[in-house]
């Protein structure tokens, strides 16, 4: 069992940056893969970025060159860095955490970017 503990979300303007973190309750270096998905009001989830265990990434064509996945294997979190934000980031994002047969969510949290 994983539990994932989400922050840093908020408000921010058009251009802006955020970070978001998300703790994980046990050691990340065991999982698959983490990553970030995100859902805007009437749209399915969608993947934003993940990395695996052997630290390799993926992004969104929507999110490359402007968001940033990385993991601190110690602290046992993930990050995502969020530059260049635009109107359209406005969604409520996931951390997500790949284990061998199970995945875990974190609660979410409403990311909203003003023009």
């Known amino acids: 069992q994983v539990q994932l503990a989400e922050s840093g979300g908020g408000l921010v303007q058009a251009g802006g940056s955020l970070r978001r973190s998300c703790a994980a309750s046990?050691?990340?270096?065991?999982?698959?893969?983490m990553g970030w998905y995100r859902q805007a009001p009437g749209k399915q989830r969608e993947l934003v970025a993940t990395?695996?265990?052997?630290?390799?990434?993926n992004y969104a064509a929507s999110v490359k060159g402007r968001f940033t996945i990385s993991r601190d294997n110690a602290k046992n979190t993930l990050y995502l860095q969020m530059n260049s934000l635009k109107p359209e980031d406005t969604a409520v994002y996931y951390c997500?955490?790949?284990?061998?047969?199970?995945?875990?969510w974190g609660q979410g949290t409403q990311v909203t970017v003003s023009s």
């Open positions: 997500n955490a790949q284990a061998t047969c199970q995945a875990y």
């Open positions: 046990r050691s990340v270096f065991s999982l698959n893969a």
């Open positions: 990395i695996r265990s052997g630290g390799s990434t």
